[in-house]
């Protein structure tokens, strides 16, 4: 099982520009999420998904948007980025909305806005 | 809205024990978990508690107090590969998000 793959790893962007991050789960988790983690910070949600064709914001959803087509799909855009986008972005997923058994992240994307 | 509070580093020897409290405030509770972050890695679950007590996982145990919005993560006979980031993160209880705390930075020294 690959679990959640998140593509690209790395980027960089200049401000104004657009870009599409991709989050894929193959373990049938109904919930998906986008976070942010920025230096000594703690994870920030961003949007959060409860299932196919839903959306919700999070925490800190302002420059951002989220599309959920497939079960397995969460994508997240940037429409015009800026430096304060700078982060490094995680996408998890869940089985159950409690979180008991806890979310299974993908290994990150490493954006810089310049 | 909710906060959490856990303390920012703290330094433990290989073999000791090392507990890593967190305090929480949230306008209702449903559970609180613990997850492990290496440098450059991304988050993994370690334990979930949604009732009073102690968990126990391995080296690793948990426990959580409702009535003091209080929970601890007790690492036993550390090894150096414990050397990481712990955050603790708390689900509210009508609510799908995970909120997570500002971790806490472990350095395990030989």
């Known amino acids: 099982n690959a679990g959640v793959t998140q593509t690209p790893k790395f980027r960089v962007l200049k401000t104004g520009q657009s870009m599409t991050l991709l989050c894929a789960q193959d373990?049938?988790?109904?919930?998906m999420y986008w976070y942010r983690q920025d230096p000594g910070m703690g994870l920030r949600l961003i949007h959060y998904s409860v299932g196919e064709g839903t959306t919700a914001k999070g925490e800190v959803p302002d420059g951002y948007n989220v599309s959920r087509l497939k079960k397995q799909n969460f994508l997240l855009g940037l429409e015009s980025a800026a430096p304060s986008q700078t982060s490094v972005y995680f996408c998890?997923?869940?089985?159950?909305?409690?979180?008991?058994?806890?979310?299974?992240f993908g290994s990150g994307t490493r954006l810089t806005v310049v | 809205g909710q906060n959490i509070d856990q303390p920012t580093e703290m330094t433990a020897t290989e073999g000791a024990i090392v507990q890593i409290n967190c305090t929480y405030q949230?306008?209702?509770?449903?559970?609180l978990s613990w997850y492990q972050q290496h440098d450059g890695g991304a988050p993994t679950f370690l334990s979930y508690?949604?009732?009073?007590g102690l968990e126990e996982t391995g080296r690793f145990s948990s426990f959580l107090s409702r009535s003091d919005s209080y929970g601890y993560l007790l690492l036993q006979e550390l090894q150096m590969k414990d050397s990481a980031s712990y955050f603790c993160?708390?689900?509210?209880?009508?609510?799908?998000?995970?909120?997570f705390g500002s971790g806490t930075r472990l350095l395990v020294r030989p």
């Open positions: 998890a997923s869940s089985l159950y909305r409690t979180g008991g058994y806890g979310y299974t």
């Open positions: 993160a708390v689900k509210g209880r009508y609510s799908y998000k995970l909120i």
């Open positions: 508690n949604a009732l009073d």
């Open positions: 949230t306008s209702g509770f449903y559970g």
């Open positions: 373990m049938n988790h109904e919930y």
